[in-house]
């Protein structure tokens, strides 16, 4: 199975700070990589789709990157309202596994 | 607003079985396959299932390969979940998922439900 990687667990920004999550595979997956926002008590949201595309809805401040084995997802300014956990998933190959998610909180 | 809306969790006995439903609504549910995928503390997210968009094909996690059964009913907007011989190692919350391809499967999730827990406890 393709181990997905992120770091760090827990991410702590200010208001208005850029902020980089980070998301690696235990083997190369091309582009074939997703993002997801989960708030507490609900259920997880689509943000970043082949890498870089961002979901239709999602805010313009999110941004991934990234290929092979080696992923970011960037929050540009970060808001009150990004508070959540951030999976990536692999969906290069069966089975299609998730990261263990990062937690972001505000400072 | 588009919208799935899971039940059928709860309590049940190591062995025993439960039938999970997902009810979808707002969009055209039988152009989408529609995954399930679980979540624990302790072992994150987990992807279990997936079935296409017309029912025709099936694909599972080795761990629920033999023991878990997903179907749809295109008429009624509903997935389903059969899910039998449970274990202590289910416990988790159940989400189903739409996949964004139409008559392809493309592996990632654009729309989720809000879940409903299975316990599995003697």
């Known amino acids: 199975d393709i181990q997905m990687t992120q770091s760090p667990p827990t991410l702590s920004g200010s208001v208005g700070d850029r902020v980089t999550i980070t998301c690696r595979a235990s083997?190369?997956?091309?582009?074939?990589l997703a993002w997801y926002q989960q708030k507490p008590g609900n259920a997880p949201k689509f943000l970043i789709y082949?890498?870089?595309s961002l979901a239709t809805g999602a805010p313009s401040r999110f941004t991934g990157s990234g290929s092979g084995t080696e992923f970011t997802l960037t929050i540009s300014s970060l808001q009150p309202d990004d508070i959540a956990t951030y999976y990536c998933?692999?969906?290069?190959?069966?089975?299609?596994?998730f990261g263990q998610g990062t937690k972001l909180e505000i400072k | 607003q588009m919208q799935l809306v899971e039940s059928g969790g709860g309590v049940v006995q190591p062995g025993k079985s439960l039938r999970l439903s997902c009810v979808a609504s707002?969009?055209?549910?039988?152009?989408?396959?529609i995954h399930w995928v679980r979540q624990t503390p302790d072992k994150g997210l987990e992807w279990v299932a997936v079935?296409?968009?017309?029912?025709?094909?099936?694909f599972y996690a080795d761990s629920a390969k033999g023991r878990f059964t997903i179907s749809r009913d295109n008429s009624k907007n509903t997935l389903y979940l059969q899910m039998n011989s449970l274990r202590l190692e289910d416990t988790a919350v159940y989400y189903c998922?739409?996949?964004?391809?139409?008559?392809?499967?493309?592996?990632?999730?654009?729309?989720w439900g809000r879940g409903t827990l299975v316990t599995v406890s003697s």
């Open positions: 998922a739409r996949d964004p391809a139409g008559t392809t499967i493309y592996w990632y999730f654009d729309l």
């Open positions: 707002g969009f055209t549910f039988s152009d989408y396959g």
């Open positions: 079935i296409s968009y017309d029912g025709r094909n099936e």
């Open positions: 083997q190369s997956i091309g582009s074939w």
């Open positions: 082949k890498a870089s």
């Open positions: 998933q692999q969906y290069d190959k069966y089975p299609y596994t």
